[in-house]
């Protein structure tokens, strides 16, 4: 396979990140962001503040024509300042929309200054608070490739099929605000996106190139919050499956939430709609986020980072790659007490 | 494996897509058979502005037999070539030269059993 | 015709433009000392297949001017590049990497152009996939080997060629067209229609600019003839499928509706722009600010460099331009820097 060749350099700060949290990666994937940060703090020894007043960036809002665009502005503009006022200067987005939103928030005050000027005035009428915009705004997938090779050093396990010494064949997929509405903001541009590769080929595996792998995957929360526009996003997400499905990719990573939620969730849906499944076997294809997959190469204990939660199970993959696990824990709680099992979905084997 | 339940909504396939891979293009082979020059349309649409059917009867000429090329049109697209007068307003103006009433009669003829069965006369 | 007879003449570029220049000017009655940076003439006309609009083989056009340029007033001093010219007491000094290589009294400049980059246009995918070439790389394969375009060992099935692939596109800014590239394509389409009649060829254009003397022709030929489909919509992108054949999206903009095909070749059609080996004129900007190109001072009345008495520019070093038109131009710049120098 070809390297992917076109490399859009981009400034990455290298310690003292401000970490702004997602609204919905928790929700779904529970130990994400929590892992992430232990993995920065604890494994690579940086350090990583998240403040305890910061809140939404309002992409959901803004993104729904709920929230004025001012409003938006000046949330933004108030987790500005409260990275000033605690002294940092590089940001971290937990999400890939809230980046793409700094960065058309940024954009915009670049070319109307008069708007940021604006925007202070109503920051200060509103909070008190002056702002600075960041030296340095990043995606968190970006801080995993920058170090990618670190955290391969230092990892446990490769993403390797441990019987067949093949490298797991692994879909990326990239979040469209991360790189398409500017690419030079994106490691690798927006045709061939770098960020999840770097990842994906630094701990031992080879990225699946598909005809479909620029697709958008159909979470625009425009369309996807209203019911009726359901089955037009859910679409999106099965014209990929459909045509990554002859590459008989071993696991997907996303680095947006919601592209990973929608990947992994609509696996079921679209079994139950329509009886179509997409993995090897009758069996679907695991979804993990960028943080997930560092923690399983790291060597963290799958149910501690939040595995059990995904739509798909993961067991076939963590036996793949040969991961310690104990299937008995997966639906306990820190105590050992069972605390339900959700119906399961048979798993065949090949 | 799993039944066909319903969540309140329909995932849709991709219908508007011309999927140059399997389109059927049969009904394309044999006009082209039938009226050579056929092939030299470039599209420029005089054909359809100076059709009686196109300001009155719904009929695009230029998209219909435009589509017949790339594949095979639906039952109800066909269906508006009958307002078709046979004027030869069409062929008067065709930079290309191309007898494009002949053409009209030449779609009707070979579709005459999808058209006629189907969609009652207007 | 001339009272000095010590006067000298160089022309840069022995591409069409070049070649047309220096046969003129020496028959004239002109010494013409001609460089060029590679080691024969001919350009890039070296490395075309067939010609537009009649299909005449390129190596044809060579011997004939080829032919041409044995006179003895004509000078050659290749395998050198002159990529600046300085002033000093009326006359012209060539210089090559900072070293002097000659001087003159009047200079031609006919340094051609580049071919667009196509890797700029990373969504065609051009150095990623091996199924996605260039129309030049198409040329060449035509004229030393077609076999290398069989898929798989077999003959293609589907080929796309791509027009407007580096020119009017403000993405990459360059907004001016290339004017050949429409016809290349058309020439192009049928070349494959011809080598692979079991193949489909489909071109995809935004425009089809097919102006010159047999253009028009020609594309006729394409659709009529040799069954050529021309849809008329932009290439959005390319990925690779299994096989490694190239899936590609457009629109189909006379439908209105998105269409996607699998092709064993894409064909970019790529545009032209100014020569990264072109001549400085002192420190003077001769360059046109938009396009990169050279300036005329007055284009209607002649081909005298913006700004400098004495030099010339001629072929697509000012634009681009097809081989009838280089030649004319370098004809027509010969004449002119005949003209300077009996006036001054």
């Known amino acids: 396979m070809k390297q992917y060749w076109k490399d859009y350099q981009k400034e990455i700060a290298d310690d003292n990140y401000f970490y702004v949290r997602s609204c919905i990666r928790q929700n779904f994937f529970p130990g994400a962001e929590n892992l992430f940060i232990d993995i920065l703090k604890n494994k690579l020894g940086k350090t990583v503040f998240e403040d305890a007043e910061h809140t939404t960036c309002t992409g959901i809002g803004y993104h729904t024509d709920v929230v004025p665009l001012e409003t938006t502005m000046t949330v933004i503009a108030r987790q500005f300042a409260l990275m000033k006022e605690k002294g940092y200067r590089n940001m971290i987005a937990s999400c890939v929309t809230s980046f793409g939103l700094y960065s058309e928030v940024l954009d915009m005050w670049k070319h109307q200054p008069e708007l940021k000027e604006k925007i202070a005035g109503y920051l200060m009428e509103a909070t008190g608070r002056t702002f600075e915009e960041p030296e340095n705004m990043v995606h968190a997938s970006d801080i995993l490739y920058k170090y990618r090779n670190e955290i391969a050093s230092i990892a446990k396990y490769k993403l390797i099929n441990k019987t067949t010494g093949e490298p797991l064949k692994v879909v990326d997929h990239i979040g469209c605000h991360y790189a398409k509405t500017f690419p030079e903001r994106g490691v690798g541009g927006s045709e061939f996106p770098q960020v999840l590769t770097g990842l994906i080929t630094a701990w031992g595996g080879q990225t699946v190139d598909y005809p479909e792998r620029r697709h958008c995957c159909g979470f625009g929360f425009r369309n996807y919050l209203v019911q009726p526009n359901r089955g037009y996003s859910i679409s999106q997400s099965k014209i990929k499956l459909e045509s990554m499905k002859p590459y008989e990719p071993d696991l997907i990573i996303a680095n947006c939430p919601g592209c990973s939620m929608f990947l992994d969730r609509w696996q079921y849906t679209l079994e139950e709609t329509e009886g179509a499944v997409y993995g090897t076997c009758g069996n679907k294809i695991p979804v993990f986020t960028h943080e997930e997959l560092a923690g399983l190469v790291l060597g963290y204990d799958p149910w501690e980072i939040g595995l059990q939660t995904h739509q798909v199970p993961v067991e076939a993959l963590l036996d793949k790659i040969g991961v310690e696990y104990n299937p008995d824990l997966k639906y306990t709680d820190r105590q050992g007490n069972l605390i339900g099992e959700p119906e399961l979905i048979n798993q065949h084997v090949c | ?122 | 015709m001339l009272e000095n007879e010590n006067h000298r003449i160089a022309v840069i570029g022995a591409g069409p433009a070049g070649i047309s220049a220096a046969v003129t000017a020496a028959e004239l009655g002109i010494d013409v000392d001609w460089y060029d940076k590679a080691d024969q003439i001919g350009g890039k006309l070296n490395d075309y297949y067939q010609l537009f609009p009649d299909r005449t083989s390129a190596m044809n056009v060579l011997q004939e001017f080829d032919n041409l340029t044995g006179t003895a007033r004509i000078h050659k001093h290749f395998g050198k590049a002159i990529n600046h010219i300085e002033k000093n007491n009326g006359r012209l000094v060539l210089m090559s990497d900072h070293e002097t290589v000659g001087s003159a009294d009047s200079v031609i400049v006919a340094t051609g152009f580049d071919f667009f980059d196509a890797r700029n246009k990373e969504e065609f995918g051009y150095g990623m996939y091996n199924q996605v070439i260039t129309s030049p790389e198409l040329e060449q394969k035509l004229k030393t080997n077609p076999d290398s375009l069989k898929f798989d060992g077999e003959a293609p099935a589907n080929i796309a060629f791509v027009h407007c692939v580096g020119s009017r596109d403000q993405q990459i800014g360059i907004n001016y067209c290339s004017r050949l590239c429409c016809v290349t394509g058309i020439k192009q389409a049928i070349e494959m229609r011809e080598l692979f009649p079991s193949c489909r060829v489909v071109n995809f254009y935004i425009d089809l600019r097919a102006f010159g003397s047999g253009y028009e022709e020609l594309y006729r030929e394409a659709q009529e003839k040799h069954q050529v489909q021309f849809i008329r919509g932009r290439v959005s992108e390319a990925s690779e499928n299994q096989q490694h054949r190239i899936v590609l999206k457009a629109e189909d903009t006379l439908m209105g509706r998105p269409l996607k095909i699998t092709v064993d070749w894409v064909v970019l059609l790529i545009g032209m722009v100014p020569s990264c080996t072109q001549v400085q004129v002192a420190d003077h900007q001769c360059t046109d600010q938009e396009t990169g190109f050279l300036k005329a001072a007055n284009a209607f009345t002649g081909h005298r460099l913006d700004g400098q008495p004495g030099i010339f520019m001629a072929g697509a070093c000012g634009g681009p331009m097809s081989i009838p038109e280089a030649a004319a131009s370098g004809k027509a710049a010969a004449t002119e820097a005949l003209q300077y120098l009996i006036n001054r």
């Not at chain 2, 009686?52 to 039952?75: A, D, V």
């Not at chain 2, 046979?86 to 070979?110: E, N, W």
């Open chain 2, 1 to 122: 494996m799993a039944g066909k339940r319903n969540f309140g909504f329909d995932i849709q396939g991709g219908g508007r897509q011309i999927d140059l891979d399997h389109a059927d293009t049969s009904l394309a082979s044999e006009l082209k058979d039938a009226v050579n020059a056929w092939s030299a349309c470039i599209n420029c649409g005089s054909c359809a502005a100076t059709c009686p059917s196109g300001q009155n009867g719904g009929l695009n000429f230029r998209k219909l037999h435009y589509q017949i090329r790339l594949e095979l049109p639906t039952l109800q697209e066909l269906s508006t070539l009958s307002s078709c007068l046979l004027c030869g307003k069409c062929q008067l103006v065709c930079p290309r030269g191309i007898p494009t009433r002949y053409l009209s009669i030449q779609i009707m003829q070979k579709t005459k059993h999808y058209v006629r069965e189907n969609i009652p006369s207007v």
